[in-house]
């Protein structure tokens, strides 16, 4: 059964069996196919509704390649083959060294602008540094306001939700959100969903760490909260792992033809997921990415074997 034909998933399904017996109903929103088979699938953003595929480009450490014109150049056909090939949210942040600056250049040639969702982070202990790191990161992406701004890795988030919060307000910001990765403080995280009107928060998720399935995704249909998915192969760890293992008969049944599209619509077929964000510098990479979000998605009684048979390779 394709996930996009499903309308309603109980909290059992969404736990993917986790310990959530008897947890009431939980409806969720569809995933409607866009036009033309050879566009990606999208989710709505909880908050409005907005249709987003669900491939995304992650930019940590394979954009950051300072002025190298080469590498300029190889990072830019990456952004045009993401955009031809239906893709959208861009996710960097200024942690990431002169990331930000590529997407911007990139941006600049393919004349893109309008075709990217921007997403970035503040990352920075200053409560009064952040504003001028948000508009320095402005300049660099050569845009004239972001998407979405998330607070990295719950730097000072207290001071830096204050100043999205009244940028959303003021018209200078579409969304606002909160990150961590490698499964780090989840407890933290989840008080600020309950406590904080976030319209993203972004963390690890893929086959193996799983972590997020007890509490947080729940959390996060519950709220109307979207999720992004950073790390969804480990920094390739994963496909390097499985490398030269032999891809189940059954896995026909998801549409996968590769261990990356295998790893990929595990975790974007996960109800609660809004995008994941993989990120290369391949342009082949980027192909067979975006074209995990097409065709059938897993089912959670998929979802559970899938889990299954890498746990026990």
Request: aromatic fraction near 6%.
């Amino acid at each position: 059964m394709a996930e996009h034909e499903l309308r309603t998933i109980d909290r059992r399904q969404v736990l993917l069996g986790g310990a959530a017996a008897g947890a009431a109903a939980l409806v969720m929103p569809p995933l409607p196919a866009m036009a033309g088979q050879d566009q990606p699938l999208t989710r709505l953003v909880p908050s409005t509704g907005e249709a987003l595929p669900i491939v995304g480009l992650g930019t940590w450490i394979t954009f950051n390649v300072g002025r190298d014109p080469v590498l300029l150049d190889e990072c830019a056909e990456v952004m045009d083959a993401f955009f031809a090939g239906g893709g959208q949210l861009i996710d960097s942040s200024p942690m990431y060294g002169s990331s930000q600056a590529t997407v911007g250049y990139g941006l600049d040639k393919l004349k893109a602008r309008s075709k990217a969702f921007a997403a970035d982070k503040v990352w920075t202990s200053s409560s009064a540094e952040g504003p001028r790191q948000i508009e320095t990161s402005r300049a660099d992406w050569r845009i004239e306001r972001f998407d979405l701004i998330q607070v990295h890795n719950l730097v000072a988030w207290e001071a830096h939700l204050d100043t999205l919060k009244q940028m959303k307000a003021d018209g200078q910001l579409r969304y606002i959100g909160i990150t961590t990765s490698h499964g780090r403080r989840h407890g933290d995280l989840e008080r600020i969903m309950r406590r904080e009107p976030l319209d993203f928060v972004q963390v690890t998720y893929n086959v193996l760490d799983r972590d997020v399935e007890e509490r947080i995704l729940p959390l996060a249909a519950e709220r109307g909260i979207g999720v992004i998915v950073n790390r969804p192969y480990r920094r390739g760890g994963l496909i390097r792992r499985f490398a030269g293992k032999p891809l189940p008969a059954w896995v026909a049944e998801t549409g996968a033809k590769s261990w990356a599209q295998f790893l990929l619509k595990f975790i974007i077929s996960h109800p609660a997921v809004t995008c994941a964000i993989p990120a290369t510098t391949h342009v082949a990479h980027v192909a067979e990415n975006l074209a995990a979000a097409r065709g059938p998605l897993p089912d959670a009684m998929l979802r559970q074997r899938m889990a299954a048979f890498v746990r026990d390779i």
